[in-house]
């Protein structure tokens, strides 16, 4: 599968890009440095220098041409309310239209744990602008014609994966997360034996030790919580 990794010298990025070429796809790793660009490669994916905050629908769509799949995982990175609307709202809508024009199939969005059952924070809460940029992207890619999937990892962690996740479980979204255990579960999303199960559904996670392909295909069964689009 021919896919676009935008965010590509994120943690979990770069986390990920290894299990996506190693596993036969040809990734394409969107960086806004491009002295990130050796860090990519040695991941065996392609790096492309665009930067999203202020690259077009137009301009996305045409550096999306060729693509099968769309991961975001790019982040303002908090601290800033104007560059988390502007990244991880506008940025993100704008490259689900892209997708959408470009003919990519599917798309996976990396957001936040609580996103499939929508908890929101106070508005005095320093999460909230994240929260809120996150829905609205997460709203518009549910409403599109791709086959997307929206990730919820916990609090995010440097710390090994467990090798399995724990699902989504009301007030767990403080739970920790390993990066690494996010990378797992996108790779699965793409191209694992429980990939077609997690089209159309909201999946929120942290760490534990239910098997990935397990998880999913009980969420796809209604054994476990998830969102459905």
């Known amino acids: 599968m021919r896919i676009t990794f ?3 010298h994120g943690k979990v990025a770069l986390l990920t890009l290894p299990l996506l070429t190693q596993a036969g796809h040809e990734v394409t790793a969107w960086i806004r440095n491009p002295e990130h660009a050796a860090d990519v490669e040695a991941t065996g994916a392609k790096a492309l220098v665009l930067s999203i905050e202020e690259a077009t629908t137009e301009s996305m769509a045409a550096a ?3 693509s099968e799949a769309v991961v975001f995982s790019a982040g303002a990175g908090g601290g800033n309310q104007a560059r988390t609307a502007a990244v991880d709202r506008d940025a993100a809508i704008r490259s689900v239209h892209a997708a959408e024009e470009a003919g990519v199939r599917r798309y ?3 957001s936040y744990h609580g996103a499939g059952r929508v908890r929101r924070v106070d508005p005095d809460h320093g999460f909230y602008p994240y929260q809120e940029a996150k829905l609205a ?3 518009v890619l ?6 997307w999937t929206i990730l919820g990892p916990g609090t995010l962690s440097l710390e090994p994966s467990p090798g399995g996740v ?3 479980a009301e007030g767990a979204e403080h739970a920790p997360t390993s990066r690494e255990l996010v990378a797992h579960v996108i790779a699965e999303v793409l191209g694992g034996p429980a990939a077609e199960d997690s089209v159309r559904r909201t999946l929120d996670f942290h760490d ?5 392909p397990a998880w999913i295909e009980a969420v796809a069964a209604g054994e476990l919580p998830g969102a459905e689009g």
């Open 208 to 212: 534990g030790t239910l098997p990935i």
């Open 6 to 8: 935008i965010g590509g």
């Open 142 to 147: 549910a409403s599109s014609a791709l086959e």
């Open 64 to 66: 999306l041409e060729g």
């Open 166 to 168: 724990s699902p989504a």
């Open 137 to 139: 992207a997460d709203k």
């Open 108 to 110: 996976v969005m990396v």
